[in-house]
Each structure stands twice: as C-alpha cells, then as structure tokens.
C-alpha cells in the first residue's frame, strides 16, 4: 500500500499537503494522525503536526493516473492553498459556486477566491502579480492532469470588481466619443484589462476600439465608426 508522511502547522493542512503529493481526494485515502502538534510558548516557534496518508487500493485502474481522478476545482483549490501556506500567508481559499468566462478565456472557468486580509501582496501593481500566480496554478494543475483547465484565481473578489470598472470606464467611454465626435485615450493597461475594453465595446454600432503604442505604454483609443 502506498503511502505518504506530511507535516503542517495543523492536521488538516499536513492532509491537503499530503493529498497534494499523491495526487488523489480525500475519499481515496486512510488518515492516520501521527501527531496533532504543539503550540511553542512565548512566540517560539512548537510541534509540526503530522499525518500519514495510506493510498486505498483498487481505487482507480493502473492506466489512469491517480490526479484525473480529482476533481479539477478541488485539486487547484489543493495547489494554491500549499503554496499560500509556503508563502506563509494567512488565508483560505474558496471555490465560487459560478464558473465565469473571463477576459482571457471564452469557455467558463473555476474561480478559487483568495479570503484573507492584508492580501495586496498578492495582487501587485495593475493587479500583474495576481496573473503570474494564477498562471503558475494553471501550469502545476495542468501538469497534474495532465490537460488544460481553466481557472481564474482572485483575491478578495479584486478581478470581478476590476472587470466590472472597465466595462463600465468603456460604456462611459464610448458615451463621451458619440456626444463629442472626437477619439478618447485611455491610460495605459496591460493586456488583459486591454481586452475587456476591446470586449465591452465590441458590439457598438457607432464606436470601436483601436490598441496603440508599446510595451507598458500600450493603450486602447475609443474611436467612432466610419
């Protein structure tokens, strides 16, 4: 039988480590509580808990690796809750009841929502260091199913209320161009927050959206149709 040794600050985070590890849900394995672990006094630092994880047999066939078995949501709920807990950030993170079609993607995807305080770290500057995580979630869940799946990853809701302030800046936007007849520059964005823009308008019948410049000083022009 295989089987698994983990140790975390709690029980329950030594068992998603391990579950982690094996690639496998909850329902697939034997939980053995080798330790629940200590609180250290005086700000020292006390005892990890630790579990053992034994892998149930017969669970899945030889030929289906053991991740596939997971549900996607779950396993990169998993993965992100490890690698915050690495990070040694304080936060949960939760599995939206919704799947929403993002900016980036055309087909509906998972959202994991980053709950936490003090989160801003997570976020960045134009909301860029929230990307690059979320594309390291995608790349270590894709390798451990070994396909594509697509998944948002947020903090605190900060890209629903991001998307939602764009499309409404764009309807604005096209609003003043139609009532002025002149083109309007908005400020620079990267190239995501570009596309919504370039979405949001793209079913106006008087206006249209051209992308101008370079690098980081690339930005959408709001025109009117000719």
Same mark, same amino acid.
């Given at each position: 039988?295989?089987?698994?040794?983990?140790?975390?600050?709690?029980?329950?985070?030594?068992?998603?480590?391990?579950?982690?590890?094996? %690639? /496998?849900?909850?329902?697939?394995?034997?939980?053995?509580?080798?330790?629940?672990?200590?609180?250290?006094?005086?700000?020292?630092?006390?005892? $990890?808990?630790?579990?053992?994880?034994?892998?149930?047999?017969? &669970?899945?066939?030889?030929?289906?690796?053991?991740? %596939? @078995? +997971?549900?996607?949501?779950?396993?990169?709920?998993?993965?992100?809750?490890?690698?915050?807990?690495?990070? $040694?950030?304080?936060?949960?993170? $939760?599995?939206?009841?919704?799947? +929403?079609?993002?900016?980036?993607?055309?087909?509906?995807?998972?959202?994991?929502?980053? /709950?936490?305080?003090?989160?801003?770290?997570?976020?960045?500057?134009?909301?860029?260091?929230?990307?690059?995580?979320?594309?390291?979630?995608?790349? +270590?869940?894709?390798?451990?199913?070994?396909?594509?799946?697509?998944?948002?990853?947020?903090? %605190?809701?900060?890209? @629903?209320?991001?998307?939602?302030?764009?499309?409404?800046?764009?309807?604005?936007?096209?609003? @003043?161009?139609?009532?002025?007849?002149?083109?309007?520059?908005?400020?620079?964005?990267?190239?995501?927050?570009?596309?919504?823009?370039?979405?949001?308008?793209?079913? $106006?019948?008087?206006?249209?959206? @051209?992308? /101008?410049?370079?690098?980081?000083?690339?930005?959408?022009?709001?025109?009117?149709? &000719?």
């Amino acid at each position: 039988m295989k089987k698994v040794e983990t140790s975390a600050k709690t029980v329950e985070e030594a068992i998603k480590l391990g579950l982690n590890q094996l %690639n /496998v849900s909850r329902d697939e394995v034997e939980v053995e509580v080798l330790s629940e672990g200590r609180h250290g006094l005086l700000g020292l630092r006390g005892e $990890d808990a630790r579990v053992c994880l034994h892998l149930l047999e017969n &669970e899945y066939d030889d030929d289906i690796a053991p991740g %596939n @078995q +997971m549900d996607a949501g779950d396993l990169a709920q998993s993965i992100l809750e490890t690698l915050l807990d690495k990070m $040694d950030i304080e936060a949960y993170v $939760d599995i939206l009841p919704e799947k +929403m079609v993002t900016d980036e993607e055309s087909q509906p995807s998972t959202v994991l929502n980053i /709950v936490g305080e003090d989160l801003g770290i997570l976020i960045g500057r134009k909301g860029q260091t929230l990307i690059s995580l979320q594309q390291i979630i995608r790349l +270590m869940l894709s390798h451990q199913l070994g396909r594509f799946e697509p998944v948002v990853v947020d903090v %605190n809701g900060y890209r @629903q209320r991001r998307l939602s302030s764009l499309q409404s800046l764009a309807w604005r936007t096209a609003e @003043q161009v139609k009532l002025r007849h002149m083109p309007f520059s908005l400020e620079p964005m990267p190239a995501y927050e570009r596309r919504i823009i370039h979405l949001a308008l793209a079913g $106006d019948d008087e206006v249209t959206t @051209q992308s /101008v410049g370079f690098g980081e000083s690339r930005k959408v022009v709001v025109v009117l149709k &000719e």
